[in-house]
């Protein structure tokens, strides 16, 4: 429990931040979140007593929870210029875990006194910087070119001007991915931002809410099909996606999970803000919370199969219970720009 007093004093500060600033319409959300912490608090305690293995399990997830949805709610409530700093380390952070995760790309000194790939490093987290200024300015015609464009065309003159032939082609790709979903994708949510921060904090609950469903949804699948093998329904429910990439990911879980979110949309309508071309629907809500589901489900298994081609089963160990940043944002790489577009090209 001593783990959690810091969350816990840091949540009750963005409670009453948001009870001062007058924003009633986000505190039902903000306590499901909470009940929902201290359920799974209280569940690893029982489960601890009970001396099961999954406990502790549990105990390190919730603990990483707590901590993670502390430092949002402090930044979602506070000044847009805090929203945009939390965001640009979420950027700087997961970038620099995803360019640890190839040993090659380390700073390395050549023959000639070059700091190999160290100074693309820093045009990339730079990038980081650059764009999350676009975005705080409002410079959306800039920024949707300075990664594809720019960045990537500078970086294969640096490896020019770095006399590299070894293994170029490789670890362009490899930046190339990184730069597109850490900084371009990602940092779309700086513009999420410019929409209003309900839309933020709508993208990412939905986006983590998919991640938890999926795991019980395929357990509940799963166990069904366990009990009654001949029914074809289930047989195809419980069918796998990509076997070779992730073998727990089945299309029944997948599509019920996209569908349960596509509900879940639809509380967050009445607390979303108002676009120059209207309020969202109920329709549209709906739409928008599959294609979440949909999405998220794609940028699980796509960060899965880079996993499976590196050989590692978490980008790192900085969430106990979860692992990486990478691990935990991977959905919201997929999700943030399609739900950006989505809305923008329907209300703005």
């Keep these: 429990m001593k783990k959690i007093i810091i969350p816990v004093f840091t949540i009750s500060i963005a409670f009453l931040i948001m009870i ?12 499901v979140v909470l009940g929902l912490l201290i359920f799974f608090t209280v569940l690893a305690k029982i489960l601890a007593l009970k001396k099961l293995r999954i406990a502790e399990e549990i105990t390190e997830r919730t603990i990483s929870w707590w901590w993670m949805v502390a430092l949002f709610m402090i930044a979602a409530t506070t ?36 700091v190999s790939c160290g100074f693309t490093q820093f045009i990339c ?4 910087l650059i764009s999350a200024y676009l975005a705080y300015i409002k410079w959306y015609g800039l920024y949707i070119i300075l990664v594809p464009v720019y960045v990537f065309l500078l970086i294969p003159i640096i490896f020019v001007l770095q006399n590299r032939t070894s293994g170029a082609i490789r670890l362009l790709g490899f930046i190339s991915i990184g730069i597109m979903f850490f900084v371009f ?15 933020l904090v709508y993208c990412f609950l939905l986006t983590e809410a998919r991640d938890v469903l999926a795991y019980w949804v395929g357990k509940i699948l799963w166990s069904f099909y366990e009990k009654n093998q001949q029914n074809f329904l289930l047989k195809i429910l419980n069918s796998k996606i990509a076997e070779n990439i992730n073998p727990k990911k089945t299309w029944g879980a997948g599509l019920v999970t996209a569908c349960l979110i596509g509900g879940l949309s639809l509380l967050f309508v009445p607390i979303l803000p108002q676009f120059p071309k209207g309020k969202i629907t109920y329709f549209f809500a709906a739409g928008l919370g599959l294609s979440i589901g949909i999405f998220g489900l794609a940028g699980d298994l796509v960060f899965s199969m880079i996993k499976r081609d590196i050989g590692i089963k978490d980008t790192g160990s900085i969430l106990p219970g979860h692992g990486g940043l990478i ?8 999700t943030i720009p399609i739900t950006f577009h989505l809305i923008t090209w329907k209300y703005l």
């Design 185 to 199: 994708n990602l940092g779309y949510s700086f513009f999420m931002v410019n929409l209003g921060i309900a839309v």
């Design 327 to 334: 691990d935990r944002v991977n959905s919201l790489v997929f």
């Design 79 to 114: 000044h847009r210029l805090i929203v945009f700093c939390f965001l640009g380390f979420l950027c700087f952070f997961t970038l620099r875990e995803y360019f640890s995760l190839v040993p090659e790309y380390k700073p390395t000194v050549t023959e000639k006194g070059l």
């Design 125 to 128: 987290y730079f990038a980081i």
């Design 20 to 31: 001062y600033s007058g924003s009633y319409s986000w505190l039902p959300v903000a306590f």
